[in-house]
């Protein structure tokens, strides 16, 4: 497939709206990556399907994950405007669809819509922050961006719980109609683009055969331990088939003239490093916000409100110091401030693991304070390197890549840390658990986000040292 596409581009747009609807199409992914949690119980009254309700996280997250690089690419084809209305179009859709849905798996596969969207919207966002600001203003915009997810991991369980109080948990999906259309509205009236263009090719079967192994490898992490058994046959044969199938785009790529994820994305040691962190980053986010709830309201009998709030202060100490990551990168460069970062991580997670037998609320918040400071200024630099090693018609590319390997390590994360909590916490109901052993499985997930922060540490010390004066000079705006 081949089209006239995109080849540079300026920008015609004054760049505090753009930033505003940037954050406004951000924040439809954020609300909804919260909002669900607490409206739950209602929806499962509703339409049933207890056993399925994991599904309508990970069918979202499926969704979102397999189709990030493929969405990235594309913005780097056609730009980056058309990939943001389509994906904000897509969740538009998805959320129409869930709040009309009939039952649990119809409400599971319009889920998986909403992925798709938000699959388009959140790496399209950081890659036009990374086309219209500067090396030395980019981490205080990703600051902003970080404040959006902040805000929404309060504001969305309260939403939730409001619906769901009301007895009209649709409303859920339904409140997303006028932030998608003021969203799109605002996106397409103040970002322009002024494109120069030139005969580009699509690597539509590279696209596919992604796309379909990235669902079966996906499908079986997030469905290991949950539907099936890791050992069953659905899981081996979904490992299996991804596996071949990636074996396969593997070989296509080599050979197309413009592949959908180049295979350089792999073979540069910045990058290949930078993803690894991104990995890593996902897995402890996920091993954290499922368990740290799980583990104060099991330990102590405190109110889910107050266990949300300890959490919290994770989602508000990245934004913190995300927004004055600059000056750090600026003044000692991406690695050092990345390994500042990762430090800290590793220093809170071992507070959590070793205080998990000796519960007390305003530790554990202070931990989670701690790690969130460091999430911030470790994913920041390790992203902004990564965009600014490479040029306009790169950048999505890099940008999507390095979104993918967060999403997969939640995935991972939600997969590997659930079967170590399920192996002390055994079967049934979480609620039935005791005190004990829900501290010694939240134990064994905080000692596993210690081991997962002490391999970001090592992947973040491979990485090669840029100099940042230098890396500005090559990335200016657009």
Request: proline residues 5%; charged residues 10%; glycine residues 10%.
């Amino acid at each position: 497939m081949s089209s006239t596409a995109t080849a540079a581009v300026g920008f015609r747009s004054e760049r505090g709206p753009v930033l505003i609807s940037v954050m406004l199409s951000t924040g439809l992914v954020a609300i909804d990556s919260t909002v669900l949690a607490t409206a739950v119980p209602s929806i499962v009254g509703e339409l049933g399907g207890f056993h399925q309700f994991p599904w309508l996280f990970s069918a979202y997250l499926l969704g979102q994950a397999v189709t990030t690089p493929i969405y990235a690419k594309l913005s780097d084809v056609y730009g980056r405007r058309p990939i943001m209305l389509l994906g904000i179009a897509l969740f538009l859709l998805g959320s129409i669809l869930c709040a009309v849905a009939w039952n649990m798996l119809a409400l599971i596969i319009f889920r998986a819509v909403q992925g798709l969207g938000a699959g388009a919207v959140q790496p399209t966002a950081m890659t036009i922050v990374g086309d219209v600001y500067t090396v030395a203003e980019r981490a205080r915009v990703q600051g902003y961006l970080a404040s959006v997810w902040a805000i929404s991991s309060v504001v969305g369980p309260m939403l939730g719980g409001v619906f769901s109080q009301l007895g009209i948990w649709r409303g859920v999906f339904l409140i997303n109609i006028p932030l998608c259309l003021v969203a799109a509205w605002m996106f397409n009236r103040h970002f322009h683009e002024a494109i120069v263009r030139r005969h580009r090719s699509v690597d539509s079967l590279g696209a596919l055969l992604l796309a379909l192994a990235m669902t079966s490898l996906v499908l079986g992490v997030l469905g290991g331990g949950q539907s099936w058994a890791w050992a069953s046959a659905p899981s081996i044969g979904a490992f299996v088939a991804g596996a071949v199938l990636l074996v396969a785009f593997v070989l296509v790529e080599r050979r197309a003239p413009e592949p959908v994820l180049p295979l350089w994305v792999f073979s540069r040691r910045l990058l290949c490093v930078t993803t690894i962190v991104a990995f890593g980053v996902g897995a402890i986010l996920m091993g954290l916000t499922s368990y740290v709830p799980t583990y104060l309201e099991g330990s102590l009998r405190i109110a889910p409100l107050i266990a949300g709030l300890a959490l919290a202060a994770l989602t508000l100490g990245w934004p913190a110091t995300a927004a004055i990551a600059g000056r750090f990168y600026l003044r000692w460069g991406f690695k050092t401030t990345a390994a500042i970062g990762v430090t800290l991580v590793i220093i809170g997670s071992m507070v959590l693991a070793a205080m998990a037998h000796h519960p007390v609320v305003a530790v554990v918040a202070t931990a989670c304070l701690v790690i969130g400071g460091g999430m911030g200024l470790l994913a920041v630099p390790t992203l902004i390197a990564a965009q600014s090693s490479v040029g306009w018609h790169e950048r999505g590319v890099v940008t999507g890549n390095n979104m993918f390997a967060r999403s997969l390590g939640s995935a991972v994360g939600v997969a590997v840390f659930g079967a170590i909590a399920n192996s002390i916490f055994g079967p049934g109901d979480i609620r039935a658990v005791g005190p004990v052993a829900i501290q010694a499985g939240s134990a064994a997930v905080f000692l596993g986000v210690v081991v997962v922060a002490a391999a970001t540490a090592a992947a973040v010390f491979a990485m090669p040292r840029t100099p940042v004066a230098q890396a500005a000079a090559a990335d200016e705006p657009s």
